[in-house]
Nanobody, 116 residues
Framework: VQLVESGGGLVQPGGSLRLSCAASGFTFSNYAMKWYRQAPGKARELVAAISSVGGSTNYADSVKGRFTISRDNAKNTVDLQMSSLKPEDTAVYYC??????????WGQGTQVTVSS
């Protein structure tokens, strides 16, 4: 099983980034997909989630209206489009594939830094 995130980097406040997560080694379309983030000294928090077939999404209040999660079950990918980025969005962002609490997988994380 592999989840490989990409697309992180340094961006100025107000800018945009698109994170991608490429999945392999499991039946992607059976899993809900989530993006979490963890800032230094803080707990990991759920940012966005999308159901297995993509019909349902939900977002943390802090990113609603700014972030959009999407998935492509044909390509086994899940993306997180981030806009109007703020310094407080700075964190390591992790891709998560969730089936049950005992059957879930994590990527290695990608750093997003929002700074001028």
């Amino acid at each position: 099983v592999q989840l490989v995130e990409s697309g992180g980097g340094l961006v100025q406040p107000g800018g945009s980034l698109r994170l991608s997560c490429a999945a392999s080694g499991f039946t992607f379309s059976n899993y809900a997909m989530k993006w979490y983030r963890q800032a230094p000294g803080k707990a990991r928090e759920l940012v966005a989630a999308i159901s297995s077939v993509g019909g349902s999404t939900n977002y943390a209040d802090s990113v609603k209206g700014r972030f959009t999660i999407s998935r492509d079950n044909a390509k086994n990918t899940v993306d997180l489009q981030m806009s109007s980025l703020k310094p407080e969005d700075t964190a390591v962002y992790y891709c998560n594939a969730y089936y049950t609490a005992l059957r879930q997988y994590w990527g290695q994380g990608t750093q997003v830094t929002v700074s001028s």
